[in-house]
T-cell receptor
Framework: EAGVTQFPSHSVIEKGQTVTLRCDPI?????LYWYRRVMGKEIKFLLH????????ESGMPNNRFLAERTGGTYSTLKVQPAELEDSGVYFC?????????????FGSGTRLTVV | GQQLNQSPQSMFIQEGEDVSMNCTSS?????WLWYKQDPGEGPVLLIA?????ELTSNGRLTAQFGITRKDSFLNISASIPSDVGIYFC?????????????FGKGTLLTVNP
């Protein structure tokens, strides 16, 4: 089966611009997660979708971040306007089981650089 | 929020040596996981631990879930060059809507052939 696909793999934008990251989960996986790793720090949870609903968005840093999963398939994460501290690697993961422990598969990530 | 202290931050070893890394937390987790990340890829699950005191092996990897539920270690025996990468511990509280993972900062492993 195809894995979790993230697009783009890299993005360099200027402060104040808008960027939209996309994640295509494994087909049939209802659970989709966004995580972020800022350079040298831990991977941090952003939010969790179950189908198109936000199950947990406690990790979203502020209202400049907007995640959507219309139709319960792919998801987008928009950052508007981007700030320097938003730079990092954004990972998406999907799982079939709600707990995520059946096989929480990560994508390769989108490396975002805000200059 | 919950934090995991992972150590060491980095290790540089010779091929064939054994490696040990660990994570500690100030609060309990009900599941501990160990991931490996290769350059340009996402983390891949190595071992999952579901029960306090549990000791689980996966090939040359062995991991334990601490009896207090506040720590875990990962051992790699007889390291080989392809073991190079970043190793992350992660904890999950579970239950209700607590399915998010809390990660450590990672251990960068370099293996010298």
């Amino acid at each position: 089966e195809a894995g979790v696909t993230q697009f783009p793999s890299h993005s360099v934008i200027e402060k104040g611009q808008t960027v939209t990251l996309r994640c295509d989960p494994i087909s049939g996986h209802d659970n989709l997660y966004w995580y972020r790793r800022v350079m040298g720090k831990e991977i941090k949870f952003l939010l969790h979708f179950v189908k198109e609903s936000k199950q947990d968005e406690s990790g979203m840093p502020n209202n400049r971040f907007l995640a959507e999963r219309t139709g319960g398939t792919y998801s987008t994460l928009k950052v508007q306007p981007a700030e320097l501290e938003d730079s990092g690697v954004y990972f998406c993961a999907s799982s079939q089981d709600l707990t995520g422990l059946d096989g929480y598969t990560f994508g390769s990530g989108t490396r975002l650089t805000v200059v | 929020g919950q934090q995991l202290n992972q150590s060491p931050q980095s290790m540089f070893i010779q091929e064939g040596e054994d490696v040990s890394m660990n994570c500690t937390s100030s609060s309990i987790f009900n599941t501990w996981l160990w991931y490996k990340q290769d350059p340009g890829e996402g983390p891949v699950l190595l071992i999952a631990l579901y029960k306090a005191g549990e000791l689980t092996s996966n090939g040359r990897l062995t991991a334990q879930f601490g009896i207090t539920r506040k720590d875990s270690f990962l051992n790699i025996s007889a390291s080989i060059p392809s073991d190079v990468g970043i190793y992350f511990c992660a904890g999950q509280l579970g239950g209700g809507s607590n399915y998010k993972l809390t990660f450590g900062k990672g251990t960068l492993l370099t293996v010298n052939p």
